[in-house]
C-alpha cells in the first residue's frame, strides 16, 4: 500500500486527492510541519530533504509532488485522468501540470515561505501571480476543467489556485477561475483529502 506523509496546507494535497479519485487504497501519515521537526533526525531518516510529502512504495522513497502525480499515475492510473503520451492532449496536460508548480507557485513562495494575506506578499510577486491568473482565466473560457474533462493537471493547479485564493489574490476579477475552483473543491476526493487538514 501507498504511504504519503503529508502536513496539512501542503503539496501533499495533490497526491492523496490523486489517490482517492483513482480509488487507490493509500496511508496517510499526518506530520508536524514545524521547522523543529522538519529538520529532526527522525524525519531525515524518511526525508533526507526535509520536504513533505514524502510517497512511500515498497523500496521506494521520493518527494515532490508532481513527479508523485507521474509515479501514481505510470503505475497505478491505468489510463485515466491524463491523456496518452505523444499526443498533443497529453502535450496539454503537462503543460498545465508544470505551469501550476513552475510558473504559479514560484512568486507565491517569494519572500517568507507562509504567508497570511495579500499585504504579506512583495508586490512583484503579487503580479506576477495576477499575470498567471489571467493566463488561467482565458484557458477556463466555455470550459470546465483545463483539458476540457477533469484530469490529473486540474488536481496540480487546483492546490496552486487555492493559495492564490487563501492569499487574497484569486478574486471576482477571475469568474471562471473562482468558479472552476468551487468545481474542483466539491469532488468527492478533493473534500475527502481536505478534511484531513
Known amino acids: 500500500m501507498l504511504r504519503i506523509y503529508h502536513a496539512p496546507g501542503t503539496r501533499s494535497v ?52 508532481g513527479a508523485m502525480m507521474d509515479y501514481i499515475l505510470d503505475r497505478y492510473g491505468d489510463s485515466r485522468l491524463r491523456p496518452a503520451s505523444g499526443t498533443p492532449e497529453f502535450a496539454l496536460h503537462q503543460q498545465w501540470s508544470w505551469f501550476a508548480e513552475s510558473t504559479l507557485s514560484r512568486p507565491l513562495g517569494m519572500g517568507r515561505i507562509v504567508r497570511s494575506s495579500r499585504e504579506d506578499i512583495p ?29 490529473s493537471a486540474d488536481i496540480m493547479l487546483g492546490y496552486s489556485l487555492e493559495l492564490t485564493r487563501r492569499f487574497e489574490i484569486l478574486d471576482d476579477r477571475f469568474p471562471n477561475t473562482l468558479a472552476y475552483l468551487d468545481r474542483l473543491i466539491s469532488r468527492d476526493a478533493c473534500v475527502r483529502t481536505l478534511k484531513l487538514s
Open 123 to 151: 508586490k512583484i510577486a503579487t503580479e506576477k501571480v495576477e499575470d498567471c491568473l489571467h493566463t488561467v482565466e482565458s484557458a477556463l473560457e466555455g470550459k470546465d476543467f483545463l483539458l476540457g474533462e477533469f484530469s
Open 14 to 65: 495533490r497526491p492523496i486527492w490523486l489517490c482517492y479519485e483513482l480509488g487507490i487504497e493509500v496511508e496517510v501519515v499526518t506530520v508536524p510541519f514545524t521547522p523543529e521537526y522538519l529538520s529532526s533526525d527522525e524525519w531525515r531518516l524518511i526525508s533526507p530533504a526535509g520536504k513533505v510529502p514524502i510517497l512511500v512504495d515498497g523500496d521506494l522513497t521520493m518527494f515532490e509532488s
